[in-house]
């Protein structure tokens, strides 16, 4: 009960010199009346603070993170620009007769057209409709095909770079095919990644003169009567003849009139022309998100707008990496005894790839071709080796089985290995957004100057070259002959009979050139890029000013009042733990109640030290009990005698008082 006193007593000395306005006025307020107008208004301050702070947190919690964004920022660079082909292998190689019969030789040879491979999967089940049939076959045939492309060299059927490349600009200068490296995918075959000469990828101005001029040769479309002949082989085709004697590659591409273009897309139905990817230079082009397709025919203007992107590493919501991203090198090319490698930077899809491969590994004890790789073919799970090409081994048959469900399952964990490689995502990164614009082109009143200034001496240089067509198939025919002789009319005549020279450009088909050519502009918006902040909503010193600044509006608490309510806290611990609280109650109590009560609490000292046992001790203070008494008892019958006088004075005259004696 003793501690309790000396609670109230330490809490009621701290309301009388607190510096909390509303409590200090309670306090010292001596009229009841007063005393309950502060009371109310500290307890709807109170209120209104807590209310303030709730606001403020809420209002942090809801977008701790502030974004700035500024137009302009640091300069911009030139962006890495990837050109593949939608059709992988070259049209013009494919609708000649000698190269076409080039290839189906070598696959007769060395494959035997895949005629032992997955003989089961081919035909068509009873309980599968004419359409499912077809899309199960096409992503069979798919197969073969990738099994083609990963074991042998095809990189001179694909696009070719000093074939394709019709003119080119960058910053208004000319370039070349040396320009363009190699970059092989196994869905586009041959793709071509721009680099600058002298690795300048400064942005100097966004006009006309800047950005990437290009007009290129798709080489996309030759077709002729091949749709006629695809639909009276199919028309020919029965359920009994797809149950008993199904498809085959060689029938496909032989009897079928179908070219490998069309068996490499799958069950996808693109369109003819180009698609050009649009990323960073450190980046892998075939993992960027910015892709267009360019059609033939047309020219297409793409405006490229760079950002720089500061993002806060904030765990475990958001993590990134603040030092420079490391290294990886992945295969640009391949073909016998040739591997190049580039070194690209390893950031969180790079990483995400790498887990994905090494899923793979570990259940099949080999690499994925449709991620990107760093290792020879020959560890692919689709490599065959050349003994193994006609009839596949088992053990080749079991790694391509648990390729495909392997593959499957990493692609779905693609998201949960997002999150898992969010220490691979770099705090500063550049980001790219483009926009496209197409027309036709060219225009017909300037196609004659076009094939005889652009298109044909692109060509007769190459004629000159003497330039084989193929490592792989070594044709004898040029990759230039074999495209001219293709764009001409077969109905033109001229003066000089049919063996009139290839340079005489007068007889190409107008239909075929403007179905195989696209001019293409990749341009800057802007010579500075702009820039992406994210800053804490409140920092430090912020977050105390506006703390302090609500706890001083509404209840008036500064630092000093924390220190004083610290000190409180830390005086009632001491007073509530002591055990001889009760006895030193007087020495916390307020000054002025210590003034009014300091003869009783004297007294009361005194009384305690005279109840010691100690002799000595008890002598002294009886003389000092004593030497107090005296002066009271010698007051008394003054006193008394002062209160008769007073009472006298007051009584009526004519009457007697009654005179007190003591």
Not at 120 to 129: D, F, I, M, N, V
Not at 227 to 233: A, G, K, R
Not at 345 to 363: H, N, S, Y
């Amino acid at each position: 009960m003793s501690n309790v006193k000396a609670a109230a007593t330490v809490l009621t000395e701290y309301g009388h010199r607190s510096t909390l306005h509303g409590l200090s006025h309670m306090f010292q307020s001596g009229d009841l009346w007063r005393k309950a107008f502060w009371l109310v208004l500290t307890f709807a301050a109170s209120g209104a603070c807590v209310y303030h702070i709730y606001a403020t947190v809420s209002n942090y919690l809801e977008s701790p993170i502030t974004s700035i964004y500024r137009d302009e920022g640091p300069q911009a660079l030139f962006p890495g620009v990837t050109i593949c082909n939608l059709k992988p292998v070259s049209e013009a190689l494919l609708h000649a007769e000698e190269e076409k019969a080039a290839l189906f030789h070598h696959l007769d040879q060395v494959w035997n057209f895949f005629d032992n491979w997955l003989f089961g999967l081919r035909s068509r089940k009873h309980s599968e409709t004419r359409v499912e049939y077809k899309e199960r076959q096409r992503e069979l045939l798919k197969t073969y095909t990738d099994i083609f492309w990963v074991s042998d060299d095809t990189r001179e059927f694909g696009l070719s770079d000093r074939h394709t490349l019709l003119m080119c600009l960058y910053k208004n200068k000319h370039c070349n095919a040396s320009n363009f490296k190699l970059v092989q995918h196994h869905r586009y075959w041959n793709c071509y990644t721009f680099q600058p000469l002298d690795g300048d990828r400064t942005i100097d101005n966004s006009d006309q003169d800047s950005g990437l001029r290009l007009i290129l040769f798709t080489d996309s479309n030759f077709d002729s009567n091949r749709l006629d002949d695809s639909v009276n082989y199919l028309r020919s085709m029965t359920r009994e003849d797809e149950i008993t004697n199904p498809y085959s590659l060689r029938t496909y591409l032989g009897r079928g009139n179908r070219t490998l273009n069309q068996v490499l897309t799958g069950n996808k139905w693109e369109a003819e022309g180009l698609r050009i990817f649009i990323h960073n230079e450190s980046q892998f082009p075939t993992t960027s998100d910015i892709a267009f397709d360019v059609s033939s025919g047309a020219s297409t203007t793409i405006e490229v707008n760079t950002k720089q992107v500061n993002t806060l590493n904030r765990p475990p919501s958001h993590v990134c990496n603040a030092e420079e991203p490391e290294t990886i090198s992945y295969v640009r090319y391949f073909g016998p005894n040739v591997t190049g490698l580039r070194s690209y930077r390893l950031t969180q899809p790079e990483a995400v790839m790498e887990a994905q491969q090494k899923m793979i590994f570990d259940k099949c004890g080999c690499y994925t071709h449709l991620l990107p790789f760093k290792f020879n073919t020959s560890l692919l799970c689709l490599y065959a080796d050349p003994q193994h090409r006609i009839h596949p081994s088992m053990e080749f048959m079991q790694r391509l089985a648990c390729h495909t469900n392997s593959f499957k399952l990493a692609e779905q964990k693609t998201s949960e290995l997002l999150q898992q490689k969010d220490e691979y995502k770099p705090c500063t990164s550049w980001k790219l957004q483009a926009t496209k614009v197409q027309v036709p082109w060219p225009r017909s009143d300037e196609l004659i100057d076009f094939v005889n200034y652009v298109f044909m001496p692109s060509y007769i240089a190459e004629l000159q070259n003497e330039d084989q067509v193929m490592h792989l198939l070594k044709s004898r025919n040029s990759r230039a002959e074999a495209i001219i002789r293709h764009l001409f009319n077969p109905d033109c005549r001229k003066e000089n009979g049919t063996d009139a020279p290839l340079v005489d450009s007068w007889c190409i088909s107008r239909a075929k050139l403007k179905a195989n050519v696209a001019q293409i502009w990749i341009k800057p918006a802007s010579t500075h890029a702009g820039v992406y902040m994210e800053e804490y909503s409140y920092d430090w010193p912020e977050a105390l000013s506006e703390v302090g600044g609500i706890f001083g509006l509404w209840m008036g608490i500064s630092l000093l009042s924390v220190m004083e309510f610290i000190e409180l806290l830390c005086i009632l611990m001491s007073v509530c733990t002591s055990r001889d609280a009760g006895k030193r109650s007087s020495n916390v109590g307020s000054a002025a109640a210590s003034r009014n009560r300091m003869p009783q609490d004297f007294e009361a000292i005194l009384r305690y030290l005279a109840s010691l046992e100690d002799e000595e001790m008890r002598e002294p203070v009886r003389q000092l009990q004593y030497q107090r008494q005296q002066p009271q008892q010698q007051q008394q019958p003054q006193q008394q005698q002062q209160l008769n006088s007073a009472r006298a004075a007051r009584e009526p005259s004519g009457r007697l008082g009654l005179q007190l004696i003591p």
